[in-house]
């Protein structure tokens, strides 16, 4: 599933419903990390939304970008 919506404050995409583990652990759906070129052992911060009603996962070096 891959959904586009525009929210007027550019274009937001949905890939699909993940599910959390017993471990914790979530699936980034395959077309997400492709187009990102997440690959197997990268590194990702994990934090959460300004509202606290979600999670967000950002690549080390874009956040190092969002930090300098």
Do not use: F, W
Request: charged letters at 25%; hydrophobic letters at 40%.
């Amino acid at each position: 599933m891959r959904m586009a919506q525009d929210s007027g404050k550019g274009e937001q995409h949905i890939y699909g419903v993940v599910k959390v583990s017993p471990k914790g652990q979530v699936i980034i759906p395959a077309d997400l990390r492709a187009e990102l070129n997440i690959k197997p052992g990268e590194q990702l911060v994990a934090t959460r939304s300004r509202d606290g009603k979600g999670v967000l996962l950002l690549k080390m070096n874009a956040l190092r970008i969002l930090c300098s």
